[in-house]
């Protein structure tokens, strides 16, 4: 059974960072875990997604302000998330897709509050 495990929220001032960390148990290489956020009104949008391979992709929003990397060994993924704006406010999840069974995972979600 695939569990998703979310840390790292939490409130920060505009121009700041913060780094999201998912631990995963019960995935398979052929996985791809990413981080998606939904505001409070809105959809949930994907915000960068990462094969076991390193292969990673960004939304526009965010690409060259947020990073996201994985450790194999820890079955942990990260997204470092700097230059943070008050548009960044969400509950960020993290997701891990099962590319042989097509099965998607979702994590609780962790919180992120950008404000001065």
């Known amino acids: 059974q695939v569990q998703l495990v979310e840390s790292g929220g939490g409130l920060v001032h505009p121009g700041g960072s913060l780094r999201l960390s998912c631990t995963a148990s019960?995935?398979?290489?052929?996985?791809?875990m990413g981080w998606f956020r939904q505001a409070p009104g809105q959809q949930r949008e994907s915000v960068a997604i990462?094969?076991?391979?390193?292969?990673?992709n960004y939304a526009d929003s965010v690409s060259g302000r947020f990073a996201i990397s994985i450790d194999n060994a820890k079955n942990t993924v990260y997204l470092q998330m700097n230059s943070l704006k008050p548009e960044d406010t969400a509950v960020y999840s993290c997701?891990?897709?099962?590319?042989?069974?097509?099965?998607?995972?979702w994590g609780k979600g962790t919180l992120v509050t950008v404000s001065s």
């Open positions: 019960g995935i398979t290489l052929s996985t791809i």
């Open positions: 997701n891990a897709y099962n590319l042989r069974t097509n099965r998607s995972y």
């Open positions: 990462i094969s076991s391979g390193g292969n990673a």
